[in-house]
């Protein structure tokens, strides 16, 4: 009886795995991606290319032909840093049963880990008369470490011997794909082709606002251009996407895809010496007249990929076609970019995402103080200050980013800061922030203590030949001045705003109660 209903349990079981078919669908025939800033990364940090927080919706449209019955399907291409848990699969007539991320990527590692126990050949080529002799060979052990090959003379650890050598497999064993994959399982009444759509969540992608600003001669007015730039780390180029990204700060957690199986084989060994247990003198006589073939290897070791540079801007002279449409995403904003274009793997792309000219501008000084004084001067920190409304030129949400401000001189520019600009809604102050002011420098002196109170005085300096708008914020407690001068407060502090005449100085004495 037992007997008999193993056999009624195998059959069912062979009769369910002919039934169910494997389908695969190798791309989508439209593809949208969507970037979304790391948002754990501050505007001052570019993307670090080597390991990107931000990530990706991308959403797929594919034509799939489904037999009646359980069908296997293969979504070939998506991206390598899927996050399975987010993947949305609608179309299906009559829905999915299971989804599965194939994680055994085709790699030197995974052909190497997947033979294992399996027949290969052990290829040697002299170096002295070219010629090559293949040897039949069984892998005994893994890519993690020493790779251990059988052959009829003996057992030996791959590449360890000085001997030039390869291995060549006659096929890829079953399971590896050259391709992240996302396969369902689905059930359908009868045969159709349907319109599917995959939609998930990807890691390995950021973005950024790059500002390149040019001031006018008489420092009064910029000229305002950034660049979208897109950047993606993931193995899997999405060609003509449809293409947006999204400014803003989102709720979420970072989760990063589990990583693919695979990668490159990186043997390693003794310097001298030998494993292998083949004898001494039948190693030594190969030794001298073999070497080892690189070109053309199946197997290979693997060199380290190179570092990713964020490539700087370069100055906006000429109007770019194709540039970013701004449209609203609740409180987010969405840049949309008109036409489709290439997210290549591991690159990064630059896109216009916004131009205005014009903008009125004023330089400001401003220098910070707080209780503890110091008799040593320091210089004032330079900005450029507006405000984003079309009357100075402005009215438009500002993603954040870095921005470098140029200056003409002689006809070209030149590079007098950098700064970094946060997001700034329609309404808002904008300060470009352009560092230290060596013609503007300011003292904070200690006059007299008692234990009641604390006297001091700021003197500002203007070596320039032009007056100086200089404004400090005092953050202390307690602060008493004079009736000659008037102070009103911002962001908790006190500020005392001041022109200081060219070649001239400017001061302020004030007290502190304890």
């Not at 754990?40 to 990530?55: C, K, M, V, Y």
């Not at 290829?123 to 040897?135: F, L, Q």
């Not at 073939?293 to 290979?300: F, K, L, N, P």
């Not at 921005?403 to 007098?416: N, Q, R, T």
Request: glycine share 8%; proline share 6%.
């Amino acid at each position: 009886m037992r007997k008999a209903l193993t056999l009624l349990l195998s059959a069912l079981a062979a009769s369910h795995a002919a039934a169910q078919t494997i389908e695969t669908s190798a791309g989508p025939d439209r593809v949208e991606v969507t970037l979304y800033r790391n948002p754990q990364r501050s505007p001052e940090q570019r993307p670090n290319l080597q390991w990107l927080n931000g990530f990706a919706l991308i959403s797929e449209t594919r034509q799939v032909t489904l037999p009646a019955g359980e069908t296997e399907l293969r979504f070939e291409g998506v991206a390598g840093g899927i996050l399975p848990q987010s993947a949305i699969v609608t179309g299906f007539p009559d829905g999915i049963v299971e989804r599965n991320r194939d994680a055994y990527l085709l790699s030197p590692a995974t052909l190497l880990d997947r033979s294992l126990g399996r027949r290969v050949h052990l290829r040697r080529t002299s170096r002295a008369t070219g010629r090559v002799r293949e040897h039949d060979a069984i892998v005994r052990s893994g890519a993690g470490g020493a790779v251990v090959v059988e052959t009829e003379a003996g057992s030996e650890a791959l590449r360890c011997t000085g001997l030039p050598e390869t291995l060549v497999y006659e096929g890829v064993p079953e399971g590896l794909s050259a391709r992240p994959t996302l396969s369902v399982r689905a059930r359908s009444a009868r045969p159709v082709a349907a319109t599917v759509t995959l939609s998930y969540l990807a890691s390995g992608f950021d973005w950024q606002a790059d500002y390149v600003a040019n001031l006018s001669e008489d420092g009064s007015r910029i000229d305002l251009f950034a660049w979208l730039t897109l950047a993606s780390t993931d193995e899997t180029s999405f060609l003509n996407a449809d293409t947006q990204a999204v400014a803003g700060r989102l709720n979420r957690t970072a989760v990063r895809a589990e990583p693919s199986e695979g990668g490159p084989l990186v043997i390693t060994c003794w310097p001298q010496a030998t494993t292998s247990d083949i004898p001494l003198e039948e190693y030594e006589r190969m030794q001298g007249a073999e070497d080892i073939e690189m070109d053309g290897a199946v197997m290979y070791d693997s060199a380290p990929m190179p570092m990713m540079s964020v490539a700087e801007p370069p100055p906006a002279r000429v109007a770019p076609v194709l540039q970013a449409q701004q449209e609203e995403l609740g409180d987010l904003k969405l840049y949309r970019i008109p036409e489709p274009v290439t997210v290549a793997a591991r690159s990064q792309k630059q896109v216009a995402l916004l131009r205005r000219a014009g903008i009125q501008v004023r330089t400001l000084y401003r220098a910070r103080f707080t209780g503890n004084a110091s008799p040593y001067g320091f210089p004032a920190q330079r900005l450029l200050v507006t405000r984003n409304r079309t009357e100075e030129g402005l009215g438009l949400p500002l993603p954040a980013g870095r921005l470098m401000l140029f200056d003409a001189h002689a006809g070209a520019p030149f590079l007098v800061g950098e700064s970094v600009l946060r997001d700034h809604a329609v309404g808002e102050d904008v300060e470009i922030a352009l560092g230290a002011a060596t013609g503007v420098r300011v003292t904070q002196t200690p006059l007299a203590r008692t234990a009641a109170a604390a006297d001091y005085e700021i003197v500002v300096t203007n070596d320039q030949p032009s007056p100086a708008a200089f404004e400090a914020e005092i953050d202390a407690q307690g602060l008493q001045v004079g009736s000659q001068a008037s102070l009103s407060r911002r962001n908790g502090m006190a500020l005392w705003r001041m022109t200081v005449p060219a070649n001239g100085s400017a001061s302020l004495r004030y007290r502190l109660i304890r």
